[in-house]
């Protein structure tokens, strides 16, 4: 079975320009999240959907920042403008619905994206 | 404030020992504790996972303590190898599935 699979796997970018990442859940996986990193600073969430519905956003930075899921398979994070201060690791995971033990979420290799 | 603690200073312990990693949270109530490690330049991977009304969990080499009343959580490694060397990382869930996670603690085992 596919992991989390994350693209692309490093973005150079300058200052204003838009980047898209995306991600592709283990396949059939309901709940998919976004999940950022900064220098020196703990992963930090952004975002879940359930399905194609964004279940919590409350860990986006600002409007900035723009997820989608579309059909509820893989998901697009967009960053437009992009500022120096969002440099750093984004990290997609997933885990099945339901309840108990599908709290586990298996996590992407992540997207290095630095912002110049 | 909400706040995980875990220590940022990297553990070195020789193989064959247990090593044991701690997490202390304030100012949470987590319905869930879970540990996951992480190798350099890759994702954090699942190892465990424990329910507030749980005191202990084990999976092969690895024991997890919670206790809710000192807010802490212990993360036993016993026999440790070399190739348990990484990151270990604390994540607290309210409920919600969004995980908040601790800075973690790097565990270099020495042979």
């Known amino acids: 079975e596919a992991g989390v699979t994350q693209f692309p796997s490093h973005s150079v970018i300058e200052k204003g320009q838009t980047v898209t990442l995306r991600c592709d859940p283990i396949?059939?996986?309901?709940?998919l999240y976004w999940y950022r990193r900064v220098m020196g600073k703990e992963i930090k969430f952004l975002l879940h959907f359930v399905k194609e519905s964004k279940q919590d956003e409350s860990g986006m930075p600002n409007n900035r920042f723009l997820a989608e899921r579309t059909g509820g398979t893989y998901s697009t994070l967009k960053v437009q403008p992009a500022e120096l201060e969002d440099s750093g690791v984004y990290f997609c995971?997933?885990?099945?619905?339901?309840?108990?033990?599908?709290?586990?979420?298996?996590f992407g290799p992540g997207t290095r994206l630095t912002v110049t | 404030s909400q706040k995980i603690e875990q220590n940022s200073e990297a553990l070195n312990i020789q193989e064959g020992k247990t090593a044991t990693l701690t997490c202390n949270y304030t100012n949470y109530s987590p319905a869930y504790l879970q540990w996951y490690r992480q190798d350099p330049g890759r994702g954090p991977v699942f190892l465990l996972l424990?329910?507030?009304?749980?005191k202990e969990k084990r999976k092969e080499r690895l024991k997890v303590t919670f206790d809710t009343t000192l807010k802490q959580s212990l993360f036993h490694i016993t026999a440790s190898q070399p190739a348990d060397s990484a990151t270990y990382l604390c994540?607290?869930?309210?409920?919600?599935?969004?995980?908040?996670f601790g800075s973690g603690t790097r565990l270099q085992v020495q042979p």
């Open positions: 424990i329910r507030e009304n749980e």
């Open positions: 994540a607290l869930d309210t409920g919600r599935r969004a995980l908040t």
């Open positions: 396949s059939g996986h309901d709940n």
């Open positions: 995971a997933s885990s099945p619905a339901g309840v108990g033990s599908h709290y586990e979420q298996y």
